[in-house]
Every structure is written in C-alpha cells, then in structure tokens.
C-alpha cells in the first residue's frame, strides 16, 4: 500500500472504480512522464450528482461534487500507473467546468473542493495549476467536470 493509500484510509476516503469511457475516446493519455487524464464527472457511491450551481445547487455542495471528481481523477491516474499510486509525483494542472447559471459566479470557490481534496491527500504534490469555468450544461445534467495533468514516476 502506497503513502497515498494510506492516507486515503486515513481520511476516510475510498477511490472508485476509474470508469471507462462513455464515448470514442480514452480515459487517460500517457506521454512521457504526464498523464492527462479526461475529464471526470461529479459522481459518489449513490451515482450522478446532478444540478445547476446557481439554480438548484449551492456552492458548499458544488464543492463536494468537485470532490468526487478529484477522487475519479485519482482513479484514473492510479490505473494508469498499473495500480501503483507511489508513481504519482504531482498535480500539475487542473481545469474544472461547472454547470451553473450566467449570473452564478463561484466557480473557483466550487473547483476548491477538488482542489483542497488533492492537497490533504498529497500535501505539496497535490498543489496545481487550475482553470475554473462556467459551462451552461454538463454531460447528463452533472453539476462538475474536472480533467487533470498529472506528473508520474
């Protein structure tokens, strides 16, 4: 078990299943020592998490969508990594899309919610680069999508 399993354990945390693609694409790119992980999808052990920041959603709970989202990235690198997350040497950038409404302006503090999530499981590593956008729908109504970078052993 890698430092960053254990920590996971520690703060209660379960990494999902890294899902395969709902399209023509792949779940993550390997290029060098970079791994550019597709975008994932607000999703916890109960399925979608679904809603408009701004409308039916509030920014706390925006958040912990982007939670959800850092821990399917993690997924997503610890399978590209053959299940070794010791390889996983840092974040490098994020960019985080929020459905919300064209007056809701809060999507950095939304994107924090992955954003904190990867620096109290990496420390250090899990500081990154990010983008947080608005986007006016999202793939099955999901309130957060996040894709990732990620620099590797």
């Known amino acids: 078990m890698s430092d960053i399993d254990a920590r996971l354990n520690e703060l209660g945390l379960t990494l999902p299943e ?5 399209a023509n694409y792949v779940p993550f790119v390997q290029t060098g020592n ?6 994932q999808i607000s999703q916890g052990p109960d399925g979608l998490i679904l809603g408009k920041l701004g ?16 821990l399917g990235l993690l997924a997503q690198v610890k399978a590209a990594c053959g299940g070794d997350l010791s390889k996983l040497k840092r974040v490098v950038k994020l960019t985080g899309f929020v459905n919300s409404t064209l007056e809701f302006t809060e999507q950095p503090k939304v994107i924090n919610g992955a954003s904190d999530l990867l620096v109290e499981v990496l420390g250090d590593a899990g ?3 990010r983008s947080a956008v608005s986007a006016a729908s999202l793939p099955l109504g999901v309130a957060v999508e996040i894709e990732g970078i990620f620099e590797i052993a």
């Open 18 to 22: 890294a899902p395969a693609p709902a």
């Open 55 to 70: 409308a039916d959603m509030e920014t706390e709970a925006g958040a912990k969508a982007a939670a959800t989202c850092a």
């Open 127 to 129: 500081r990154h680069s």
């Open 34 to 39: 970079l791994v550019f992980v597709s975008g």
